[in-house]
């Protein structure tokens, strides 16, 4: 795993229940701003959801983007944390 998959998991596993990141916000918090399209590729091989909550990461616009467990899953599960 490379460095910055791992600062891009750190920062992921800090958001709280109920909350949400952009992927640029996660990418600018792990230490590189312009790789929002990496934090993507990165959460989606993450395995370890209860972990890491990757379904908190959401695309600038607002809409959700994509989930391994599908778009679906993702907006249900905000729904429940109370995010969206």
Request: hydrophobic share 35%; glycine share 8%.
């Amino acid at each position: 795993m490379s460095r910055f998959s791992e600062r891009v998991y750190a920062v992921v596993s800090r958001i709280p229940k109920g909350r949400t990141m952009t992927y640029k916000e996660v990418a600018e918090a792990a230490g590189s701003p312009k790789a929002w399209r990496a934090v993507g590729n990165i959460l989606n091989k993450n395995r370890d959801f209860e972990k890491i909550p990757c379904h908190r990461v959401i695309r600038s616009d607002g809409s959700v983007g994509n989930y391994v467990l599908g778009e679906v899953e993702k907006k249900r599960k905000l729904r429940m944390e109370g995010a969206l």
